[in-house]
């Protein structure tokens, strides 16, 4: 009973400073987050934000970097949906493609595509996957991302995701994650897997 009662206060006196401190958080604003680190769960933590947009009647623009694949499941999924546009921009992994030349290229492509969509104020959400790699490997100029970024209207939301994130993106952010590698599947030989990996 005392137990019972020790319970009640200690959530009585939590619950009083979570209400202060929500309340403290008053401002609204466009934000920009970043998923970095080595572990699973960055892209599929973007698409999970997609679908939280679009079930409020959001619009939504995604651009994915790097990758050539429109079989995955998230594609097939958010594709159809009438508020979202889904542009695969990539040429491959710089492994596969080998080339430097074609991959400027093709980021320069890609990145014209993000830069209309951050300039139309019509997207409410726009992900930027995989993009870490494209600052990292210095295929587009960081400061012109950066600015084009910033210069996105006030409202709008703009989620970057990819491993090794420079620390001015992580700088310019206002809500970073690093998912950590604490252990996966594919070391055990596991290929990806279908509604897990794609
Ligand atoms: P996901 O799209 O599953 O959220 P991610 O965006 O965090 O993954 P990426 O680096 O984009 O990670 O890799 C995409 C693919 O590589 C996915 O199939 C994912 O399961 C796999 N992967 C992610 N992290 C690792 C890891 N540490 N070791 C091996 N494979 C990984
Ligand atoms: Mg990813």
Redesign the pocket.
Known sequence: MDKDKRHTKRMKSKKSVIDANIKKADKEKGLLLV?TG????????AFGMVARALGHGMKVGVCQFIKSRTDTGEEAFFNKHENCDWHVLGDGFTWDTQDRTQDIATSEKGWAVAQNMLSDSSYDLVVL??LTYLLSYKYLEESQVLADIKSRSPMQHVVV???GATSELIGNADTVSE?A?VK?A??DGIQ?QKG???
């Open positions: 998923l080595n572990g699973k769960g960055k892209s599929s933590s996957d995989e995701t990819g491993r998912i590698d996966h594919y070391r990806a897990i990996d794609l």
